[in-house]
């Protein structure tokens, strides 16, 4: 039976194993530790909560106020060293991953989380549903298919006074089903423009933040997938991730007078997201190779593993959509729920043994993480400086 609703799906169909050999099915698109070098101190100390609430006065934004007290407090009657929330600011919070890895978060009572979304009452919804507690979040509108909306909520966030001490850039968009390309406000092809443009935006700015940070562990995490990495099965399915010589990327992804692809080709849905993939895997490591020595900020990436039913797939068929999360469950055995990719980001956000970086974490079958191998591609140091400098230049920065 399930062998016969695989046959029937009209595109996007891979088998995978995390980082090994896959078997493959009729496909067009997607789908397919290292020693502490900080204290643990996370489990050395206890937590205390430092917010005090304070309105601001940007639109519809709620947002919480920390103390500029610092990160170890030792002011405790028992003279006990105690550790403040971690602030973690986490993109698309509102769904899917984001979502699932703010309940985490928030369920240890460690982390204060700020979910940076383009849709307030969405956002709001979902962490009511979610169940997290009021204290232990906060909502900033943030639309990455903007650079003028990525500056505001830079600027929305310094304002609230809280120190920023992990940056997870999860938000992604997918539009496999897309004929024509769609552009984001500043006119770049939208799936590269929010996945990777944006986020490289904000991360580049935000650095500054994390480096004032006097958290223990500091991290900036890009989510990466399986589909940009054509070492795998999953990633060789057409249309493969390819940024060939950026000729489109340097030219503005405009698809006016530069192609609306990285690679300079024709416009291709699927292949833009894998390919911002790629960039965003590419951006982690350059972020290690020029930052991490001189911050101590541990970079890295991450594939959760399939999470078949999340709203990523919106934009595909309905028939894919009833058909890919039983297919990746009984089929190809690649399916994580939303629940547990969100554990596995968390901990990439906080446990202990995860701050080796320029890694980009996979999970085994027994859900235990292990450093994976990028492809050629994603681990290619030149065209992740050419991405990085590119990038600036679309962004404004350089
Ligand atoms: N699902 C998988 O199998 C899988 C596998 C590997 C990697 N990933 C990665 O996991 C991450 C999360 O994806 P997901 O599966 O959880 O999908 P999802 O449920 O669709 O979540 C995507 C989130 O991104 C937000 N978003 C989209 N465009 C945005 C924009 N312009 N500005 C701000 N936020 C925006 C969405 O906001 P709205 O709620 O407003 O739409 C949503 O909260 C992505 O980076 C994806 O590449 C997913």
Avoid at 123 to 135: D, H
Avoid at 206 to 226: A, E, F, H, N, T
Avoid at 342 to 362: E, F, I
């Amino acid at each position: 039976m399930a062998l016969q609703a695989a046959s029937l799906l009209p595109s996007a169909i891979s088998i995978h194993k995390e980082g090994k050999s896959n078997a493959s099915l009729k496909e067009t698109s997607l789908f397919g530790v290292s020693a502490s070098d900080h204290l643990r101190a996370d489990s050395i100390f206890p937590v205390s909560l430092e917010f005090k609430k304070r309105k601001l006065s940007v639109g519809a934004i709620r947002a919480q106020t920390a103390t500029s007290s610092p990160a170890i407090n030792q002011a405790t009657p028992e003279g006990k060293k105690t550790l403040r929330k971690g602030n973690v600011v986490i993109t698309g919070a509102s769904s899917g991953l984001g979502l699932a890895t703010a309940r985490a978060l928030a369920e240890t009572g460690k982390w204060h989380i700020i979910m940076a979304c383009r849709n307030f009452l969405k956002a709001e919804r979902a962490a009511k549903s979610a169940g997290i507690s009021k204290e232990n979040y906060s909502i900033m509108h943030l639309d990455l298919a903007s650079l003028k909306s990525v500056h505001q909520f830079i600027d929305n966030f310094r304002r609230s006074g809280m120190p920023l001490d992990v940056l997870v850039c999860n938000a992604a968009i997918y539009l496999p089903t897309a004929k024509e390309p769609s552009f984001t406000a500043e006119g770049f092809e939208l799936s590269v423009g929010t996945n990777h443009l944006g986020h490289f935006l904000l991360s580049r700015l935000l650095i500054d933040d994390l480096k004032q940070s006097d958290y223990p562990s500091k991290r900036l995490i890009i989510v990466g997938s399986i589909t940009g990495n054509t070492n795998t099965l999953a990633g060789n399915v057409p249309p493969k991730a390819n940024l060939g010589d950026m000729r489109g990327l340097a030219g503005g992804l405009n698809g006016l007078n530069s192609s609306p692809m990285i690679d300079g080709g024709e416009f291709d849905g699927a292949k833009a997201y894998k390919d911002s993939k790629v960039c965003n895997m590419l951006t982690m490591q350059e972020f290690h190779r020029r930052y991490h020595d001189e911050t101590g900020i541990t970079f890295a990436s991450l594939y959760p593993g399939c999470i078949a039913t999340t709203g990523l797939f919106r934009e595909h068929v309905p028939l894919f959509r009833l058909l890919f999360p039983p297919f990746q469950k009984y089929i190809t055995k690649g399916y994580v729920s939303e629940e547990e990719a969100g554990k596995r980001l968390a901990q990439v956000v906080s446990d202990p043994s995860l701050t080796k970086s320029g890694v980009y974490w996979s999970w085994n079958k027994n859900s235990a993480s292990f450093e994976n191998q990028l492809s050629k591609e994603a681990s290619d140091t030149e065209k992740a400086r050419k991405v990085w400098e590119i990038s600036e230049k679309l962004v404004g920065l350089a």
